[in-house]
């Protein structure tokens, strides 16, 4: 086989991944709430999961606890349920309301027992745990902490699409220190503005940030492209500033997620923290994968097609997205 129709048989491939939503993200993520019904001893659960995993699912309810009524509604996209149940004893420390719904994480809030709980969860195989025995918001020691947003970030990054874009159009612009400046550059700018827009210190509209996101896609993949067929010097410097710059914006797009998951006052620093380090580890991960593809193309002297194809199918998408998310401005 040719290495011009490898190079078209890459670029099939990728497209065909293209993912249908146009959002800057594709991390699932649910709301929970419990409030307490007219009667007592009554609950209702009520549950907001993404249309796309909200088909009817039973959930488990605590020990001592029975289904009394559902109603389900959707619309924008989400599933909305409204869950009935009775219980003939209070709740207990440990209590859980387990959900079959396949969300990466999401939020629970309650004030039942007095006190507003207001949580972060994070998904599994089986669901989403949801934890209604909790009786107040008390501080959680920073081994608790630290596992779960660490969780959060690296998922989030990885199911990313537009972030894993950018990333790899960085790895495919530049090698050794190169990269690993461009990289770093890149993780500064998102870190700084994740920091000030978590802390609401910024505030940016979401449509135009994923906007701009999908064209910085677009731009590094011409920049990779147009340097890579030497029509176009490699500086250095320029780089680094576009990239971080660029580093700024999609910091905003992991601020949006990173606010729908529940963080407590006293926990904010600290989710922060973990949850940017969870997005830097899966972002070196990705990266690593990319050279050791790489490493294993050249060994075959099929790199520079695949890169170019690559590079093209990423510029491609970008340039969808872009003008996807453009078009919906108007239904935002």
């Known amino acids: 086989m040719s290495k011009n129709k490898l190079a078209a048989l890459l670029l099939l491939a990728l497209a065909a991944l293209l993912p249908g939503p146009a959002l800057a993200d594709i991390f699932l993520s649910a709301d929970f709430a419990l409030t307490r019904g007219e009667d007592p001893g009554t609950y209702e659960f009520t549950a907001a999961v993404p249309e796309t995993v909200g088909q009817p699912a039973p959930v488990t309810l605590p020990e001592g606890c029975q289904q009394t009524g559902m109603t389900r509604q959707t619309g924008g996209g989400r599933a909305q349920y409204a869950i009935e149940f009775s219980c003939d004893r209070p709740f207990r420390a440990g209590d859980m309301i387990q959900t079959r719904w396949k969300a990466d994480g999401g939020r629970f809030v309650t004030n039942v027992m007095g006190a507003q709980v207001d949580r972060s969860l994070t998904g599994d195989a089986n669901g989403i745990a949801v934890p209604v025995g909790e009786t107040a918001a008390q501080a959680r020691p920073i081994g608790q902490i630290a596992p779960e947003f660490l969780a959060q970030g690296v998922w989030h990054i990885w199911l990313g699409w537009d972030h894993l874009a950018f990333v790899l159009c960085l790895a495919l612009l530049a090698r050794g220190r190169q990269l690993l400046w461009l990289v770093s550059a890149f993780t500064t700018g998102h870190s700084i503005s994740l920091a000030l827009a978590f802390f609401d210190l910024v505030r940016a509209p979401v ?63 600290s989710a922060l923290i973990f949850f940017n380090l969870g997005v830097e580890a899966g972002q070196l991960a990705f990266v690593g994968a990319i050279m050791a593809a790489l490493a294993g193309l050249r060994a075959i002297s099929l790199a520079a097609p695949a890169r170019a194809a690559a590079l093209y199918a990423t510029g491609a998408i970008g340039c969808f997205w872009m003008v996807e998310r453009v078009i919906g401005f108007g239904a935002a």
Do not use: Y
């Open 207 to 269: 449509p135009p940030v994923e906007a701009a996101i999908a064209l910085s896609i677009a731009f590094m993949a011409r920049e990779a492209l147009l340097i890579g067929k030497g029509r176009q010097r490699f500086a250095f410097n320029r780089q680094l500033v576009v990239v971080s710059l660029f580093g700024l914006l999609h910091g905003l797009g992991f601020a949006t997620a990173l606010g729908e998951l529940g963080v407590q006052a006293d926990e904010r620093l």
